[in-house]
């Protein structure tokens, strides 16, 4: 059965970190592209980073840029999310899609994902 299961949502200050996984099951990660997606109440669902495993490539939104690492490791067909720095702004539902490609490209719009996770929330509070 193909899956992705996010995990390591929780609860943090301002200025602290967490680490968001997304498990891949039933497939594997390589040549795909896998990006992290969030939605907020009432905000519209934002790209957040993208990483493309055929190329090594990754992207990532203004918005998070310098303080989010997206990385992925082949031997757990897991991709993490290391969120540093976060803001009460960062609250949101993290999810992850992934779609099977081989060019070097991480597709921008949530509808041109295959697969997809149940979500992660992450609450950013003092």
């Known amino acids: 059965q193909v899956q992705l299961v996010e995990s390591g949502g929780g609860v943090v200050q301002p200025g602290g970190s967490l680490r968001l996984s997304c498990a891949a099951s039933g497939f594997t990660l390589d040549h795909y592209a896998i990006r992290w997606f969030r939605q907020a109440p009432g905000k519209e669902r934002e790209g957040v980073s993208c990483i493309n495993t055929g190329y090594g490539s990754t992207y990532y939104a203004d918005s998070v840029k310098g303080r989010f690492t997206i990385s992925w490791d082949n031997a757990k067909n897991t991709v993490y999310l290391q969120m540093n720095s976060l803001k009460p702004e960062d609250t949101a539902v993290y999810s992850c899609?992934?779609?099977?490609?081989?060019?070097?490209?991480?597709?921008?719009?949530?509808?041109?994902?295959?697969?997809w996770g149940q979500g992660t929330q992450v609450t950013v509070s003092s």
């Open positions: 899609a992934a779609v099977g490609l081989y060019g070097g490209a991480c597709p921008r719009l949530a509808n041109e994902y295959s697969y």
